[in-house]
């Protein structure tokens, strides 16, 4: 574990945030574009529902500078990774039992493909527009798998995730043949794991607008990662393994701040610190020469997506999602559920905030390597934690509407819930389902946002 102490700084990560896709529902096809290059109404829908043909200057400079895309090609992946998503989720919805996951290839993500179980499902997948793969495991059966790992798992197999195109459960080892070990102890099929050496282990970045620092009392700094609210109160989400309950913050420019309100790590690494009324929460990520970009809401990105961070300590830098519910044991325990992801990071980089487009994604855990020879990091989702806590994530351009537990009129549906991807609920006389998950907000109703609610 690295421990930035109070005169390192702490980073917040962003990461690039995706759009959603303005589909109808019941079509869930990709719109290709028309023969002049052009997007077709429905990606251009997708792309203007959470404002990716407007992402701010620094989130297009930092694609430029780290995935190597110009600043039209920047536009366009995140347009398509917009489409691509709602996509995924229809379709994981529509196959069930048999989807063994979904990812993005391509510099500009323009090619989404769909594995499943059942040769049967091909021709539904292809007529979404996406490839269809088919494989022997479904993404139920890995996980399971996984989780039966996670259980019985050590520093020495530190970190395990499903591989959605090679269809497998890798273990990374920094030990020779622990991985084999612990596939033997825990009686998962040696044909759904493929062992592969780590490097360096990873270890949380020890160390209000996101990637801003904060200090601990005791001593040490890490990042915040959003800004948000609890009724009355404001304050900002954060790494569990930055403090625990009690722990009093003062803010970058070492002003009393507040304290921890909630922490949990390891098995999750999420925490939440109220402000004092000196401090109040803004919408925004500081993001490349300081400038802000804005956050309006928290849709998780799909597999293959760019993802950026910002740091006090390393700046602000872009990759790719690589896996999702990602398990990494570090010397203190295991936490599960976290992404993993290509972004570098360095020590004083823990807690901040990763964000894609204008979504937020998470809060940054851990990781190996440095931005100078490059690594790889995890990141805690945001959502559970924000419904762990029964937080609001700060947005902007947008009447809050009805809070946490005050019914939109017409049905179930409330503004400021968090909602995981197969909840029902009722809106003006119809059901729908969710297809990703996020935390609602007024302008977000379900017949507004076919990308996340499908009408049953």
């Known amino acids: 574990m690295l421990r930035r102490h109070a005169r ?12 959603l896709a303005g589909l ?8 290709p574009d028309d023969r002049d290059g052009h997007r077709s109404p429905t990606v251009r829908t997708a792309a203007q529902t959470l404002g990716t043909d407007s992402a701010r200057p620094e989130l297009l400079d930092a694609m430029r500078r780290d995935l190597g895309l110009t600043r039209s090609q920047a536009l366009t992946r995140l347009a398509n990774e917009a489409d691509a998503g709602a996509t995924a989720a229809r379709l994981h919805q529509d196959l069930g039992g048999a989807f063994a996951g979904a990812w ?32 022997t495991h479904s993404l139920t059966a890995l996980e399971r798998a996984k989780a039966a790992l996670d259980r019985s798992a050590t520093t020495d197999a530190p970190v395990r995730y499903v591989d959605m195109r090679a269809n497998v459960l890798v273990v ?47 001593g040490g700094r890490c990042s915040v990662g959003f800004a948000v609210t609890r009724g009355t109160t404001q304050g900002f989400a ?26 949990i790590f ?22 490349s020469g300081g400038a802000s970009v804005q956050v309006t809401g928290s849709v998780l990105q799909p597999v293959g997506s760019s993802v950026c961070r910002s740091g006090s300590t390393t700046g602000w830098h872009c990759g790719t999602v690589q896996q ?40 940054t855990s851990g990781g190996s390597g440095n931005c100078s020879s490059g690594g790889t990091t995890f990141f805690q989702p945001l959502n559970p934690l924000l419904q762990n806590y029964g937080l609001t994530l700060k947005t902007t351009g947008v009447d809050p509407g009805p809070g946490p537990g005050e019914p939109e009129p017409g049905g179930s549906w409330t503004a400021g819930k968090v909602y995981a991807a197969g909840d029902v609920v009722t809106y003006g006389g119809a059901s729908y389902r969710c297809l990703q998950g996020h935390q609602a907000q007024a302008g977000w109703q379900p017949p507004n946002v076919p990308a996340l609610w499908q009408r049953l």
């Open 104 to 135: 993005v290839d391509g510099a500009e993500a323009g090619t989404l493909t769909v594995a499943t179980t059942r040769a049967a499902d091909a021709a539904a997948i292809r007529a979404t527009g996406a490839r269809a793969r088919i494989v």
């Open 324 to 363: 999702h519910n990602t398990s990494v044991t570090y010397p203190e325990g295991t936490i599960s559920g976290v992404t993993r992801t290509t972004v570098c990071a360095e020590p004083g980089d823990s807690g901040g905030s990763y964000i894609s487009g204008s979504q937020a994604q998470g809060v």
């Open 8 to 19: 390192a700084a702490c980073t917040t990560l962003a990461a690039a945030g995706m759009a």
């Open 172 to 218: 990374e080892e920094t030990r020779a043949g622990a991985g084999a070990r612990l596939v033997t102890a825990t009686g998962v099929p040696s044909e759904l794991v493929r062992v592969v050496r780590g490097g360096e282990a990873p270890r949380p970045l020890h160390d209000i607008r996101g990637g801003d620092a904060y200090y601990m009392g005791g």
């Open 266 to 287: 390891p098995g999750n690494d999420m925490a939440w610190v109220a402000a004092n009324t000196n401090w109040t929460s803004t919408p925004y990520v500081k993001g």
């Open 24 to 31: 109808q529902a019941g079509s869930a096809a990709a719109a």
């Open 238 to 263: 954060t790494a569990g393994h930055c403090g625990r309950a009690g722990t009093t913050t003062s803010g970058f420019n070492q002003v009393a701040q507040g304290s921890f309100q909630g922490s």
